[in-house]
Nanobody, 115 residues
Framework: QVQLVESGGGLVQAGGSLRLSCASS????????MAWYRQAPGKQRESVAI???????NYADSVKGRFTISRDDAKNTVYLQMNSLKPEDTAVYYC?????????WGQGTQVTVSS
C-alpha cells in the first residue's frame, strides 16, 4: 500500500510560481512512475506531467515550458515546479503513483491563479 500526501498549493497571481510536493510512504517493491494530474471545476481530470523511474519526463502541451516535474527518490518525494501560472491553471492537483497495474492517488491540493 502506498500513501501520497500533496502540499504546496495556494492562491497566486497570474505570472507567479508555486512548487507542489508529493511525499510517498508505504511498502514498494519497485520505483513507481510518478505523475501529476489536475481537475478543474466541471472538467475531467487530466494528466499534467509524468516522470519515469529513470527520470524521463513528459508534459501536457498546455504546460510545456512552464512546469517542471522532478523526483528525489531518497526522500520519496516528487515535485511540480509551476512558473508563469495562468488563471486556466486553476484546479485541484493530484499526485499519482503507478506500480505495475496498481495506481495510487493523493487527496489533492488546490491551486488558484487570480487574474
Amino acid at each position: 500500500q502506498v500513501q501520497l500526501v500533496e502540499s504546496g498549493g495556494g492562491l497566486v497571481q497570474a505570472g507567479g510560481s508555486l512548487r507542489l510536493s508529493c511525499a510517498s510512504s508505504g511498502s514498494t517493491f519497485s520505483t513507481p512512475i510518478m505523475a501529476w494530474y489536475r481537475q478543474a471545476p466541471g472538467k475531467q481530470r487530466e494528466s499534467v506531467a509524468i516522470i519515469s523511474s529513470g527520470g524521463s519526463t513528459n508534459y501536457a502541451d498546455s504546460v510545456k515550458g512552464r512546469f517542471t516535474i522532478s523526483r528525489d527518490d531518497a526522500k520519496n518525494t516528487v515535485y511540480l515546479q509551476m512558473n508563469s501560472l495562468k488563471p486556466e491553471d486553476t484546479a485541484v492537483y493530484y499526485c499519482n503513483a503507478k506500480i505495475g497495474v496498481l495506481a495510487y492517488w493523493g487527496q489533492g491540493t488546490q491551486v488558484t491563479v487570480s487574474s
